[in-house]
């Protein structure tokens, strides 16, 4: 794998371009981990849009105050909480519904992003790797990589999972270029955003069977080091 390190000024042209910029979560939090200083710099420039793949509704079961739809209404309101605290509005977010852990790339959800990328003029495209070991990660990195092949985008991919978890493991088979971007000019607008997702860090269900929580340390690696971005050959 070639790695291209070059500084935050480069990559920032070279990671946002001239347009603005499509980014998919599988998500409610992917969007802000991985792409938070990305975000925040496209808001104040070419501007961006966040296109949530799943309802976020499996990160917790079994709660007897927060049924699936309560629980999916509360992750969307964070999601946009957070969009709203990297720079972005309502209108910046999309969230696409389908099931939290059962995310599939069918056809219809191909055509359905695809529409969103031309009608925001997008010429770079933004996904989770495929090496996160997360299947809804997996599905959104296969959905984009049909997506930029019909529309011609250029494609990068940010890890999550796998930076935590597999950080051995290549994020892309084969050649790729490496784009690393400095956290730290909006580390504190990035924290803000974070803070925003409240469920996922252990807050506000109670009760749940199974919940997920942020490992301690989570979020700390994504506020304190360069986001990471590898762009598919074309």
Do not use: N
């Not at 990660?137 to 796998?162: C, D, E, I, K």
């Amino acid at each position: 794998m070639s790695t291209h390190d070059c500084g935050q000024p480069c990559c920032r042209a070279c990671l946002l371009g001239d347009a603005p910029v499509l980014v998919l979560a599988p998500h409610p939090d992917d969007e802000t981990l991985g792409c938070g200083a990305l975000l925040a710099a496209a808001f104040a420039g070419p501007g961006a849009h966040v296109a949530c793949m799943t309802d976020g509704a499996a990160s917790h079961t079994g709660a007897p105050d927060w049924p699936g739809p309560r629980l999916a209404r509360l992750r969307a309101h964070e999601l946009r909480t957070a969009v709203a605290r990297l720079g972005g509005g309502a209108a910046d977010v999309s969230c696409l519904g389908a099931p939290d852990t059962r995310l599939r790339c069918s056809e219809a959800l191909v055509d359905r992003v695809c529409d969103l990328a031309q009608g925001l003029g997008a010429r770079h495209l933004f996904a989770t790797a495929a090496a996160d070991p997360h299947c809804d990660h997996q599905a959104t990195a296969a959905l984009a990589r049909r997506v930029a092949a019909r529309l011609g985008l250029r494609l990068f991919f940010y890890p999550v999972w796998s930076r935590w978890k597999t950080p051995e493991r290549p994020v892309l088979p084969g050649a790729a270029i490496r784009h690393r971007l400095a956290v730290a000019p909006a580390r504190r607008r990035k924290a803000h955003a974070l803070a925003a997702h409240r469920s996922q860090r252990g807050r506000v269900v109670e009760g749940a069977a199974e919940g997920f929580e942020m490992p301690r340390g989570f979020m700390r690696l994504f506020l304190e080091q360069d986001e990471h971005f590898y762009e598919a050959a074309r």
